[in-house]
């Protein structure tokens, strides 16, 4: 190890939003800018006034810097950043998988942490949308849960279990939406943000929404599960046009209820089209946030100005002294959506009774009774079987035969699961439905905040999530518990295109990196 190698590193420079939301000092408020496409533009040039304005101000700890929004290539974020920095008010920048492998991460990371970029938001990512000569190839190669066990061993300063190096100092924020309208869909976001916080993340962002009982619920669920994270409630202020895309379901993952969609629509109709009120909804709800004890708020919204953020934080101050009050105001969910606790309607917050669960109607799927067997006599050490199939497996590698069994147990995983021969199998971890064809974004760990009523955010209508499909069947065994515990590793594609079975055995596959038999 070298000299260099040995010092420590230089302190990060002073971060006033990972002090504020690290120390619990203060409702810690954000704002998310958006990148147009394109470097030089009116767009960038407002967009840099708005933080010049907001760094003046002082009230805003930070401002986010979207990655790719929406799945549409646009200005990246370190760009902005730095000049934000320079500004002197803080930069989170949105880290996002869709579009980078695992190397291309690393490098880009150490790059940022090297500019002071530290602050972060870990996201899966929109799906790409068309690009040079039409669309461009989805990467996916890790997940959130991946990137921010990644950045621990980073922070460690001890990775790949190579030469040790300086550590790196970033501040790992998530996101989570308390807002579907599905038991799957809903309880799958909050197992994967198990996996999230117990792989090193610092903080939780809400996914957008406006029901101030579904902000309390994932509250009430963190503490319930001592899942002791910050957490801040995503506020956003829809412009009129974007109310109706909203509506429709054009926005992943997004849900506006259609009492809020009537309300906004007859608000419309005032002079200037309903943005005061707007933005005076806005206000009421961070008042809500504070008051049912949130670590802060992260505002959003296109055309904002500073007059909007002096409208709203004014607001704030005065709405403080009777949010209870607006409890009901914010009540917006629509009566058939899924609730995790029972509502307390003295309040209109939530009772720390669970609804019943189990409301999925799953049956019994033959293909996964068939697989759970077939996993459990032969892969699982346990069994009486193991120790032969395991001599049988290697026993056929090493064999003139070990191309026709390679053959069938490809074949066989084709038909059974649509198998794409990845050799680092995951179909036991996910209710033996496989993530390489099942899952548009390949997500290893748990669902993506794109879903809506059950749908992937890719092909709504058309094909289930499969994290969906993965809750039902697990709902059905009473197994669903295994969700919330560690993590699937990423594939390891230099097993691509060989045999999970021989790799499963040879201890060559993510479930031996894991330490576990799976």
Not at 13 to 37: D, G, M, Q, W
Not at 206 to 218: C, R, S, V, W
Not at 452 to 473: A, F, L, M, N, S
Request: charged share 25%.
């Amino acid at each position: 190890m070298t000299q260099e190698c040995k010092d420590k590193p230089e302190s990060p420079v002073f971060s006033k939003f990972r002090h504020s939301l690290a120390n619990r000092a203060e409702f810690t408020i954000t704002f998310e800018l958006v990148p147009s496409r394109g470097g030089r533009n009116r767009h960038i040039d407002r967009t840099l006034a708005l933080a010049r304005d907001l760094a003046r101000d002082g009230r805003i700890q930070a401002v986010s810097i979207t990655d790719n929004a929406g799945g549409h290539p646009a200005l990246s974020p370190e760009v902005l950043g730095l000049e934000i920095l320079a500004m002197g008010l803080d930069v989170i920048s949105h880290f996002s998988c869709k579009d980078k492998n695992r190397n291309e991460m690393e490098s880009q990371l150490f790059g940022w942490d090297r500019r002071g970029l530290h602050n972060l938001l870990v996201i899966s990512g929109d799906y790409p949308k068309q690009g040079y000569r039409g669309h461009p190839k989805p990467v996916f190669d890790l997940d959130s849960v991946h990137v921010v066990d990644m950045l621990n061993l980073m922070n460690k300063g001890h990775y790949l279990n190579q030469a040790a190096h300086h550590p790196t100092s970033f501040f790992k924020g998530v996101a989570v939406s308390p807002f579907k309208l599905t038991e799957a869909e809903q309880l799958m976001q909050y197992y994967k943000l198990h996996r999230k916080i117990a792989a090193g993340a610092d903080y939780v962002i809400t996914q957008l929404g406006f029901d101030a009982g579904k902000y309390h619920e994932i509250l009430q669920y963190m503490q319930q599960h001592d899942l002791s994270v910050p957490l801040l409630g995503s506020v956003f202020i829809p412009s009129l046009p974007l109310i109706d895309i909203m509506h429709r379901g054009g926005v992943p993952g997004c849900i506006i209820p259609d009492k809020l969609h009537k309300q906004m629509h007859d608000e419309a109709k005032s002079r200037d089209q309903g943005k005061k009120a707007r933005l005076t909804r806005a206000a009421k709800l961070m008042a809500v946030l504070k008051h049912i004890g949130y670590d802060g708020a992260h505002i959003g919204g296109p055309g904002l100005d500073m007059a909007d953020f002096n409208f709203m934080l004014d607001a704030l101050d005065n709405y403080e002294h009777q949010a209870a009050d607006l409890v009901e105001e914010l009540n917006f969910w629509p009566p058939e959506g899924f609730r995790l606790y029972r509502k307390d309607k003295r309040t209109g917050l939530n009772l720390k009774e669970t609804t019943e669960l189990g409301q999925v109607h799953a049956r019994r799927h033959p293909v996964y009774d068939l697989a759970r067997l077939v996993h459990h006599t032969a892969f699982d050490p346990q069994s009486p079987f193991y120790g032969i199939c395991r001599k049988c497996c290697l026993a056929l590698h090493d064999s003139p035969l070990k191309r026709p069994f390679f053959a069938f147990e490809h074949t066989a995983k084709f038909l059974l699961f649509d198998c794409r021969n990845c050799g680092d199998c995951t179909l036991a971890s996910l209710a033996y439905l496989c993530p390489q064809s099942g899952c548009a974004k390949y997500m290893l760990n748990g669902p993506c905040g794109g879903s809506r009523d059950g749908w992937c955010e890719v092909y709504p209508g058309k094909k289930r999530c499969i994290y969906v499909k993965t809750y039902e069947r697990l709902a059905s065994t009473n197994n669903l518990i295994d969700c919330r515990k560690g993590f699937e590793p990423p594939r390891n594609w230099r097993l691509n295109n060989t045999s999970a079975w021989l790799n499963f055995y040879l201890g060559l596959d993510g479930r031996a990196e894991r330490g576990t038999d799976k």
